[in-house]
């Protein structure tokens, strides 16, 4: 897998512009909320965010794959503005997750998710360059 940030494009903070990988598998992941394993899910947004992660890094697992497998992820949020205004614990939230891997990342406002609690939604993308061993 390459990560690439191509002169002529805005530097790229917290993300990557391009992710090419080569012949191997795909790993694609259903939208992962901030529900924990037992259906509840917190009120913040920060709080919702982390268990996100931490849901895309265990269905990533079952696939055999890592965070640092991940070429595309993309981030739903029905509160565009809180999310802008937590960006600092939301990255600190990403990185204690994925640490510094910034594969292609794209950020999406929407009007709501399908379970009025939620306020982000994660859609991730991987790839494996060989089969997983189980």
Known sequence: MRILNPAGL?????????TVAGPGQIVMLAG????????TIDDGLVDQFWIACHNVVTALAAAGAKP?????LQIFTATIDSYRQSLGPIG??????????????????????????AKVELVAMAFLEHEPTD
């Open 92 to 117: 600190e939230a990403y990185r204690s997750i994925f640490g510094s891997h910034y594969p292609a990342i794209a950020l999406l406002g929407i009007s709501e998710l399908f379970d009025p609690a």
């Open 10 to 18: 805005p530097r790229p903070v917290g993300f990557s512009h391009v």
């Open 32 to 39: 992962q909320t901030g529900h924990h394993e037992d259906g």
């Open 68 to 72: 640092e497998n991940v070429i595309s």
